[in-house]
């Protein structure tokens, strides 16, 4: 297969991955990492120095907030929640997503067909 086949930006679907993975519930950055990793938009880790970018990021716009949380052993750590219209916005990636998978249904069904 040809490499220029597909392409790459996974980094597209980092606000939404960050957006799901909150949905659960209140977690910290290091936790987001592991947990955006299964959705399969990024191979392995995610790099930390772009998900902290796109949180402080999501967190000026108003999709999270963030708090410090000093509970138990060792350094205090940064713990993200999301707010009502950062769930607006992964509802609206949803649709977008939705969109786009019945484009790329019709367009192999098309292909199959011919």
Known sequence: MSK???G????????????MALK???????QLIQTIGDYGFLRGDAPPGMIYRHLRQMDEDGLVVSSWDSEGDG????VYSVTDEGLEVLEAWILHMEKQRDRLDAFIR???ES
């Not at 790459?8 to 957006?19: E, N, T």
């Not at 350094?75 to 940064?78: L, M, S, T």
């Open 4 to 6: 220029k086949v597909g």
């Open 110 to 112: 098309r292909y199959r």
């Open 24 to 30: 659960a519930g209140p977690s910290y950055g290091y």
């Open 75 to 78: 350094p205090a750590k940064r």
């Open 8 to 19: 790459s930006k996974p980094q597209r679907y980092v606000q939404p991955s960050l957006l």
